[in-house]
């Protein structure tokens, strides 16, 4: 089974420190989408691309988030700098639009972000 | 804008009984609707959609839902249930054409006892 793939799946680190995950979309997908899990909030939507390009990133942090899809097999999410309440789960999924025809998202495992 | 509610965040039921997991959305565009299932440190598993056609809808696992427009809901339901269906489940809504971008519920934890 085609499989979205994250790097790396557990992180820890100080306040302040740069933090970079890493998304491989499964092959042919064109739709590649990053979510935040958190217990208060749930599960957010902070960014999205289709065809590498950015269509919605209104759900995240401007100032110290950046997504970017340097080519079709790497989504990346960068945090800089670092804030204890950036702790949470992020997932990305990728997906396929033809059209208008949507197709379900498949959900990578997840990065487990802890900011000490 | 669309948005989805759960009502339960928590049902517990006993192996072998049936179970049902509310959903209801609210949306001024026609929707498409999913459950997915999250088991503990993984991400979301598809388990079924609706985007058009038969208002019953099966996935996978033995789950199924049933689409009423009427009543903007998309229950989940499973006539037996087994200790490995512990999890949490999401019901998320997507606007029909709208690009995939999909907003989710706060979750029901299914918690099955023997």
């Known amino acids: 089974d085609a499989r979205v793939t994250q790097t790396p799946r557990h992180k820890v680190t100080e306040m302040g420190q740069e933090v970079t995950m890493r998304c491989q979309p499964i092959?042919?997908?064109?739709?590649v989408f990053w979510y935040r899990q958190t217990m208060m909030q749930g599960l957010e939507l902070l960014a999205y691309?289709?065809?590498?390009?950015?269509?919605?990133d209104s759900g995240m942090p401007k100032d110290r988030f950046s997504a970017e899809m340097p080519d079709a097999t790497l989504a990346t999410l960068k945090i800089q700098p670092s804030e204890p309440r950036d702790s949470a789960v992020y997932f990305c999924?990728?997906?396929?639009?033809?059209?208008?025809?949507?197709?379900?998202?498949?959900f990578g495992d997840g990065t487990r972000l802890s900011i000490l | 804008a669309q948005s989805v509610t759960q009502l339960d965040s928590q049902v517990p039921v006993f192996e072998e009984a049936p179970v049902e997991l509310r959903c209801n959305y609210s949306?001024?565009?026609?929707?498409?609707l999913f459950w997915y299932v999250q088991y503990p440190n993984q991400g979301l598993q598809l388990l079924l959609k609706?985007?058009?056609?038969?208002?019953l809808v099966k996935g996978i696992n033995g789950f199924e839902a049933e689409f009423n427009k009427s009543q903007t809901s998309f229950h989940l339901r499973k006539p037996s249930v087994h200790i490995s269906d512990t999890a949490e489940y999401f019901c998320?809504?997507?606007?029909?054409?709208?690009?995939?971008?999909?907003?989710f519920g706060t979750g029901t934890q299914l918690k099955v006892e023997l």
């Open positions: 999924a990728s997906g396929f639009i033809a059209g208008s025809r949507d197709q379900p998202q498949h």
């Open positions: 998320a809504v997507s606007a029909a054409g709208g690009g995939n971008k999909l907003t």
């Open positions: 949306s001024s565009v026609s929707v498409y």
């Open positions: 609706y985007l058009s056609g038969s208002t």
């Open positions: 092959l042919g997908h064109n739709t």
């Open positions: 691309f289709r065809n590498r390009a950015p269509l919605d």
